[in-house]
């Protein structure tokens, strides 16, 4: 896509309408990670990491572009293996990429440092607060879709839902860290009951209303995780049968991302689902 493209859609998205020239690589890096510009979101964070190296935000960036590579190589995100649990459970094995794995501890490993020593320093943190939040998601996701170590997955969601909460203490307007109190809620909330029993008294939260309560907002007035908010809204109304909403949610990152094959591909198979 044209840069002076992506400046226009993340202009309106990222930045409620501001200039463009008022946009940072991180903002631009995400889009072109959504849109499947993978390379090109690593060379813009690794911009901002030049420019800014005490940011723990830099390096969690990254590694979210290392793991949305590999959920795309992997298939990961077809609706066949989200809209039900046989799908998911069932899809085909290919192994996870050892390099990427490795440069994704890495970029984990080095945002954590950077945000252990700032919360060190000052616990209410905020942009620390939030990397903080952003790696622990990351890593449950790689752990829970990638490796499938779903205890150790559902440990990472419960550790970032007691960093979400701190931080939306101090700002309820960080709308990203919704993402984290929703997936926390809705992801063991679809599995059975004897399961759901046990994942609360392990400390887990599974309430399916809350979890989309929460996705919705992140959805609606989020930043960086608005567009990852929206998909897995489309995938929730897959799973709900509720067609129109996933046919809107789907067409919607249709169109802010027409270089991502997998939104057009996965817009296309609405009409013959029944």
């Known amino acids: 896509m044209a840069w002076a493209i992506v400046l226009s859609i993340a202009s309106i ?5 501001a200039p463009a020239a008022d946009l940072t690589p991180l903002e631009v890096g995400y889009w072109q990670m959504y849109d499947q510009q993978f390379e090109k979101a690593h060379d813009l964070f690794h911009q901002w990491q030049a420019a800014h ?5 830099g390096p969690a960036s990254d590694a979210a572009a290392y793991l949305f590579a590999e959920l795309d190589r992997l298939d990961v995100l077809r609706s066949e293996f989200f809209s039900t649990d046989a799908g998911f459970l069932n899809m085909r094995r290919l192994s996870p990429d050892v390099s990427v794995k490795r440069h994704f501890e890495v970029a984990l490993n080095a945002s954590a440092m950077l945000a252990d020593r700032h919360l060190a320093a000052a616990p209410s943190d905020e942009n620390a607060l939030f990397a903080t939040v952003l790696r622990m998601g990351l890593h449950s996701d790689y752990a829970g879709l990638i490796e499938r170590h779903y205890l150790a997955s559902v440990a990472d969601m419960k550790q970032g839902r007691n960093f979400a909460e701190r931080l939306l203490m101090r700002d309820p307007g960080n709308y990203d860290v919704y993402l984290a109190i929703g997936v926390e809620n809705y992801v ?9 029993w046990f994942l609360r008294a392990g400390g887990a939260r599974t309430d399916k209303s809350v979890g989309l309560q929460n996705l919705a907002m992140t959805a609606e007035k989020g930043h960086y995780l608005l567009p990852f908010a929206r998909l897995l809204l489309a995938v929730a109304a897959l799973r709900d049968m509720d067609l129109p909403k996933a046919r809107e949610g789907l067409a919607w990152l249709v169109a802010e991302f027409p270089d991502n094959r997998l939104y057009r591909e996965e817009l296309a198979k609405l009409p013959s689902r029944r």
């Open 13 to 17: 998205i990222l930045a409620g309408n």
């Open 188 to 196: 063991p909330s679809l599995k059975p009951a004897p399961v759901r």
């Open 53 to 57: 190296p005490d940011d723990p935000l």
